[in-house]
């Protein structure tokens, strides 16, 4: 079987990829500690579900919707933005679609030309390079480091630019960092943008989680210009606790998204209907559950923190939002003789039992990603076993 060349040189995600490796050997009976997921462990809070079994049982769930979603998913939606972002959105201005993992590659297929580029500071979530090779655009990485606690400055970026800058990728809170970016950042940032006319992608999927004394500010939300020259992209995964009812959106220009509603039409169709009522519920409904996660998470990091960073050789500053810890472990990994970081957190795997990302995936050599989007116990025996593993 000859597959085509745009499959065989794309990478696996390698979150996904090292999630399904500790689960096939827990499955073979291993005890193995699994702190390599993306999402939270809590099951959907029971209003959203309810509103789910309602739209069922009311018969609303057996038929297509328009291609970028249902009118009543769009209120929903404008209302979140209101609340949450400070400003009003129509509907020809929003769009839903199968998980934010979809709707940024509808964004890709439908924003860029063969060779057009979009620059991604490293380290970066896995899967925006490869979605953009898919769209046969080029990632320009800036690399972040410590210094600035992972954010990419305005020097870095303009050196970066060429006349082929298209896009500008924001994460904030970042996955895997946790880093997020303030805001005389974003206004220094929003400027460059502006005056170089290059487009905005603001991927605020981890912005309701923030914790201790930091907060999320949207780019989009700092001036109407930035508004018009920013595209978010958000989603109910993380705050509501719902990755598998695979809900995603975007709030941007109207002839962006119907460019991209467009390419939805010819693919997807639509996003499920059932999910698409959960989804009306989590985002304009009530918002207790979401805060006594956002709560549970941040009682972690707290708990965590100060434990990992004791860990021998693992350097990690702490992070302000998102639910992931991501050391520099440069010095664990010289303690270990490793000179490969994706070796090393196999070898931890192997040898500690515990389940964990190699940096490599996200473009640092040497940083591994640990989700702290587990229970406590868990993550204190893991890091129990870090300890060990370091010790012996
Ligand atoms: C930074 C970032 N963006 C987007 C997504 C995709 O979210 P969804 O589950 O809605 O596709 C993820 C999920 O891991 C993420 O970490």
Known sequence: MVLANRITTMQESVTLASGAR??????????????????????????????????????????????????????????????????????????????????????????????????????????????????????????????????ATVSQLEAARTEKTKVFLLNSPSNPTGMVYTNEELLAIGDWALEHDILILSDDIYGRLVYNDNTFVPISSLSEALRQQTMVVNGVAKTYSMTGWRVGFAVGDPELIAGMSKMLSQTTSNLTTVAQYAAIEALAGDQTAAEEMRRAFEERLNTIYPLLAAVPGFEVIKPEGAFYLFPNVKKAMEMKGFEDVTDFTNDILEKAGVALVTGAGFGMPYSLRMSYATDLETLKAAISRLQDYMAS
């Open 22 to 151: 500790a689960k096939a050997l827990k499955d073979e009976g291993r005890d193995i500690l699994n702190l390599t997921l993306g999402q939270p462990d809590f099951q959907t809070p029971q209003l959203i579900k309810e509103k789910a079994i309602e739209a069922i049982a009311n018969d609303q769930v057996s038929f297509y919707t328009p291609a970028s979603g249902l009118p009543e998913l769009k209120d929903a939606i404008a209302t979140y933005m209101k609340t949450f972002y400070g400003y009003e959105v129509t509907r020809d201005q929003i769009l839903a679609a199968t998980g934010a993992k979809f709707v940024l590659y509808a964004y890709f297929m439908t924003v860029l030309n063969p060779g057009d580029e979009v620059i991604i500071p490293t380290p970066y979530w896995v899967s925006y390079a490869d979605q953009v090779k898919l769209a046969e655009g080029t990632p320009v990485f800036v690399e972040t480091s410590e210094e600035t606690r992972f954010k």
